[in-house]
């Protein structure tokens, strides 16, 4: 009995796989919530399932014990205070520990990671930094209910449609002997240590170790395959980098800043962009955009096709250019050459929502008040900045919030 926690993966339930299984076989199994609308708007889900065939007892236990969870709902409305800043999330994630720590793990696994990088086009070091950013080499993988947390956001009207795939895709996996029952994640439903999303597992999982099952939680072999799998369907380039640190020359116009804004290497080169560790640029007929995620006092980054897929896997810029420092700092590259001038002080998303709201009324088109500074907003901030022959570097600071108000005559956004 003790070998049924290896039955399933991403599994803690042990001996009690057993005993429920053949209590559900005879009838006894109980659903666990007590929220009558909850169990109505289940029994449709369970219908579904049972209609595309997911009929299996491991499915059926899934469904018994899903209930929802008011913890999920918390976290899933709860916004940060703080907006992040570059050198905070960066100095954050890629730490001493972190770089030794997949360092370590890059050599342990070479001959693992070489072959799956062969395979799918994938270096090594880049594998290493999503499984340590996303999982923290596999240590923190999320302990909630993966089937009760999609549950719970689906049956919630915000994301239904979207968590309702999730679920169904989660009960499909369970059905096929890829999650366990009770198979835990994050609060949004993020399995194993790349911590793929149900759909993403369906799509691209993939059994590398041939148990016949794609374990996310528990075969690196999978995990690492799985990541490959995905990265290199998502259109990465085998040939190139995923972007490089920059300087840019005196007089640089920051209007030319932004993902939007796609120019081959070697047009960067001839309006004097230069590599900021001196070496020559490679691949100057890639296609790449510039980015200055922390304004004109940090660093620059020359962004290459490699660093839009990493945002394929989280749509951030602050993540994607985080996960390609600590793949070069992984491989033995050197730290960033712009030195931090201060403590940055992060604006409230709040402000964020009023900085938003103030260009829009003043015409620039920033997109919606949301809090989250995206490139629509970043483009209407360099815009506002030229009017005011400011740096149109695009970063939103206190300073820029400021200049705002002043504008504005400091009247309040209604």
Same mark, same amino acid.
């Given at each position: 009995?003790?070998?049924?926690?290896?039955?399933?993966?991403?599994?803690?339930?042990?001996?009690?796989v057993i005993a429920v299984v053949l209590a559900m076989a005879?009838?006894?199994?109980?659903?666990?919530?007590?929220?009558?609308?909850?169990?109505?708007?289940?029994?449709?889900?369970?219908?579904?399932?049972?209609? %595309?065939?997911?009929?299996?007892?491991?499915?059926?236990?899934?469904?018994?014990?899903?209930?929802?969870?008011?913890?999920?709902?918390?976290?899933?409305?709860?916004?940060?205070?703080?907006?992040?800043?570059?050198?905070?999330?960066?100095?954050? /994630?890629?730490?001493?520990? %972190?770089?030794?720590?997949?360092?370590?793990?890059?050599?342990?696994?070479?001959?693992?990671?070489?072959?799956?990088?062969?395979?799918?086009?994938?270096?090594?070091?880049?594998?290493?930094?999503?499984?340590?950013?996303?999982?923290?080499?596999?240590?923190?993988?999320?302990?909630?209910?993966?089937?009760?947390?999609?549950?719970?956001?689906?049956?919630?009207?915000?994301?239904?449609?979207?968590? %309702?795939?999730?679920?169904?895709?989660?009960?499909?996996?369970?059905?096929?002997?890829?999650?366990?029952?009770?198979? %835990?994640?994050?609060?949004?439903?993020?399995?194993?240590?790349?911590?793929?999303?149900?759909?993403?597992?369906?799509?691209?999982?993939?059994?590398?170790?041939?148990?016949?099952? /794609?374990?996310?939680?528990?075969?690196?072999?999978?995990?690492?395959?799985?990541?490959?799998?995905?990265?290199?369907?998502?259109?990465?380039?085998?040939?190139?980098?995923?972007?490089?640190?920059?300087?840019?020359?005196?007089?640089?116009?920051?209007?030319?800043?932004?993902?939007?804004?796609?120019?081959?290497?070697?047009?960067?080169?001839?309006?004097?962009?230069?590599?900021?560790?001196?070496?020559?640029?490679?691949?100057?007929?890639?296609?790449?955009? *510039?980015?200055?995620?922390?304004?004109?006092?940090?660093?620059?980054?020359?962004?290459?096709?490699?660093?839009?897929?990493?945002?394929?896997?989280?749509?951030?810029?602050?993540?994607?250019?985080?996960?390609?420092?600590?793949?070069?700092?992984?491989?033995?590259?050197?730290?960033?050459?712009?030195?931090?001038?201060?403590?940055?002080?992060?604006?409230?998303?709040?402000?964020?929502?009023? *900085?938003?709201? /103030?260009?829009?009324?003043?015409?620039?088109?920033?997109?919606?008040?949301?809090?989250?500074?995206?490139?629509?907003? /970043?483009?209407?901030?360099?815009?506002?900045?030229?009017?005011?022959?400011?740096?149109?570097?695009?970063?939103?600071?206190?300073?820029?919030?400021?200049?705002?108000?002043?504008?504005?005559?400091?009247?309040?956004?209604?």
């Amino acid at each position: 009995m003790d070998s049924a926690v290896f039955l399933f993966p991403c599994s803690r339930i042990g001996r009690t796989v057993i005993a429920v299984v053949l209590a559900m076989a005879a009838g006894t199994a109980a659903a666990y919530s007590e929220d009558p609308a909850f169990d109505a708007w289940m029994e449709g889900v369970r219908a579904e399932a049972a209609q %595309r065939g997911f009929t299996s007892p491991a499915v059926e236990m899934a469904l018994a014990g899903a209930q929802p969870l008011d913890r999920v709902l918390e976290l899933d409305r709860r916004q940060p205070e703080l907006t992040q800043t570059f050198w905070r999330y960066v100095d954050a /994630r890629v730490t001493d520990a %972190r770089i030794a720590q997949g360092q370590m793990y890059l050599d342990a696994y070479a001959p693992l990671l070489s072959a799956i990088g062969a395979r799918w086009g994938v270096p090594p070091q880049v594998l290493v930094a999503f499984w340590g950013l996303e999982s923290d080499f596999g240590r923190i993988q999320g302990d909630f209910e993966v089937v009760s947390a999609t549950a719970t956001l689906a049956y919630d009207s915000r994301r239904s449609g979207f968590f %309702r795939q999730q679920l169904l895709a989660a009960l499909e996996l369970i059905d096929r002997g890829d999650l366990a029952p009770d198979a %835990r994640g994050s609060w949004a439903g993020a399995i194993g240590q790349p911590q793929f999303i149900p759909t993403t597992i369906r799509a691209y999982a993939v059994d590398y170790d041939g148990d016949g099952r /794609r374990d996310l939680c528990g075969s690196l072999a999978d995990v690492f395959a799985s990541a490959a799998n995905f990265l290199h369907s998502s259109g990465w380039n085998s040939h190139a980098g995923w972007g490089e640190e920059v300087r840019l020359p005196d007089g640089f116009d920051y209007l030319e800043a932004g993902l939007e804004v796609d120019k081959p290497v070697r047009t960067w080169q001839a309006m004097g962009v230069r590599r900021a560790d001196g070496a020559e640029f490679d691949g100057l007929d890639q296609s790449a955009a *510039l980015l200055l995620p922390a304004g004109v006092n940090g660093p620059v980054f020359l962004v290459r096709q490699n660093f839009r897929v990493i945002l394929k896997w989280n749509n951030s810029v602050l993540y994607a250019l985080a996960i390609g420092h600590l793949a070069d700092r992984i491989a033995g590259g050197a730290p960033l050459v712009a030195q931090r001038l201060g403590d940055e002080v992060p604006l409230t998303r709040y402000d964020v929502v009023e *900085l938003q709201s /103030r260009l829009g009324a003043l015409g620039y088109e920033p997109g919606e008040a949301d809090g989250v500074v995206g490139e629509k907003t /970043r483009r209407a901030i360099r815009l506002f900045q030229r009017s005011q022959a400011l740096p149109a570097d695009g970063y939103a600071d206190a300073g820029l919030l400021f200049q705002l108000r002043e504008q504005a005559g400091a009247q309040p956004v209604q």
